[in-house]
């Protein structure tokens, strides 16, 4: 089986950072928008507004790194859970937990540069044409 999501969009909101209660494992949730791929009668583009969770260094990395309108590349996995509400209904929330993200802009002033010293081996490392040992070509 395979539960599988790649989404490029722009964050609604600045990231939520949080720790877990138990164990302080950082958590951070924001919103994405992304376009669908046509335009509604009036011929304006429509968009979905996804919710984005992420773990760990990520979220720290994402939390001081991220702002409203920036451009990011979510790869993860759909989830769907749900809880009792105060009021006894049962609520739930489908959202995207995110293996790896990548900033697919820059940030609108030099001050908000990502820190990329402290990134581990959370991020996922997909290899250029200059990375690929041998005579240089792929194929």
């Known amino acids: 089986m395979l539960n599988r999501i790649v989404l ?3 964050l609604t909101r600045d990231p939520e950072l949080r720790f877990t209660p138990a164990n302080g494992v950082p958590v951070a949730h924001f919103t994405i928008a992304v376009d669908r791929p046509y335009v509604n009668q009036k011929g304006e583009r429509e968009a979905d507004f996804i919710r ?5 260094k990520l979220a ?4 001081n790194n991220l702002t409203k309108g920036r451009l990011v590349g979510v790869d993860g996995r ?3 859970r749900s809880y009792e509400g105060q009021d006894g209904q049962r609520r ?3 959202e995207v937990v995110a293996d790896s ?3 697919l802009d820059r940030p609108k002033s030099s001050s908000m540069e990502p820190d990329f010293d402290d990134i581990d081996a959370d991020f996922s490392f997909d290899p250029g044409i200059d990375d690929i040992e041998g005579d240089g070509v792929p194929f």
């Open 78 to 80: 759909l989830q769907i």
């Open 52 to 56: 984005i969770v992420v773990w760990r």
């Open 60 to 63: 720290e990395v994402c939390a």
């Open 8 to 10: 490029i969009g722009r």
């Open 101 to 103: 993200v990548q900033f």
């Open 92 to 94: 739930y929330i489908t």
